[in-house]
């Protein structure tokens, strides 16, 4: 049976006997069985049969032993003390990872977990991101609050779509760069927090013209008219050719608008027709399967 080291014992005792919180009290930080502490409403008994393990809040310090649970998809370590992901090596079959709230300086290990998808490491301590570097799989992460410089390794990503990087202070411009030059992004997070965004001239335009697949940035959604507005930006004038588009754009809102209230009545009398259409066709139908076989229609009635 898999087993952790805790950084504390008494948070668990009301789960346990007296006998056994002695012991474990003093054996702190030695090696307990994974399945005595947690919660038997979120595990099977059996390793193999989880899917998802909820360790968050437990003060697991150290991973080990986790390779009986090989069949795991999501795995909750959130607000923990953990160090290192050595320990999750064997879980090549997990597909969603939480870890904020911990204390990893870098993501090594990550690299092992080739059906990874989503990766949450949030209010860590994260230098670098190196080891997520040619994940083959990796769609969405999540990283603000840590202490990154370059996104370098986010480059060869293939599958990635969205990213969180806000209140990383020590980004630079060509980390913005890079980000924005994924093919596949469509969701970013990066100007809060992030002193370099406030220094970008434009800052919303050129990451709407240069992430093509991106459809939010941020706190808004990117659409066609923010593409218009952010082309105009940047290539017609600045901020005056952006109002004149902003303008034009309002005014075909407007006409588009009438025009669909215009058209309204003729729709309404279309459908009505084709209604009426419909019933008579029917009113006939039933009259005939009637006729054939012998029996009156529906508005006639029979005196007894």
């Not at 909750?76 to 992901?85: F, K, T, V």
């Amino acid at each position: 049976m898999g087993t952790l080291k805790f950084a504390c014992a008494r948070q668990f005792r009301h789960r346990i006997s007296t006998g056994t919180f002695r012991a474990l009290t003093d054996a702190l930080l030695t090696e307990s069985p994974l399945t005595k502490y947690f919660d038997f409403a979120t595990r099977y008994a059996t390793p193999e049969l989880n899917d998802a393990l909820y360790l968050h809040h437990k003060g697991i310090t150290t991973i080990e032993n986790l390779e009986p649970y090989k069949n795991l998809r999501c795995l909750h370590l959130e607000s923990n003390a953990i160090a290192s992901l050595d320990g999750l090596r064997a879980l090549t079959a997990l597909a969603s990872l939480y870890i904020d709230g911990n204390l990893l300086q870098d993501l090594r290990g990550i690299e092992c977990l080739t059906s990874l998808r989503h990766l949450n490491a949030n209010d860590n301590v994260l230098e670098t991101i190196e080891h997520v570097e040619r994940h083959p799989s990796l769609r969405t992460l999540c990283v603000r609050r840590n202490r990154i410089k370059t996104l370098d390794a986010l480059k060869s990503c293939p599958e990635l779509a969205s990213i969180d990087v806000a209140h990383n202070e020590r980004l630079t411009r060509d980390a913005f760069d890079v980000v924005t030059s994924i093919p596949t992004l469509e969701v970013l997070y990066f100007a809060e927090g992030n002193p370099v965004a406030r220094e970008i001239d434009g800052y919303r335009h050129v990451a709407t013209r240069s992430a093509l697949s991106l459809r939010w940035l941020d706190d808004a959604a990117v659409d066609e008219d923010a593409r218009r507005l952010a082309q105009a930006y940047l290539t017609r004038g600045g901020a005056d050719a952006e109002l004149e588009e902003s303008r034009k754009i309002a005014l075909e809102r407007r006409d588009s608008a009438r025009d669909a209230h215009r058209a309204f009545p003729a729709a309404c009398a279309f459908t009505l027709r084709i209604a009426d259409t419909r019933d008579t066709s029917s009113t006939n139908t039933t009259d005939a399967l009637c006729a054939s076989s012998g029996s009156p229609p529906n508005d006639t009635y029979i005196v007894l």
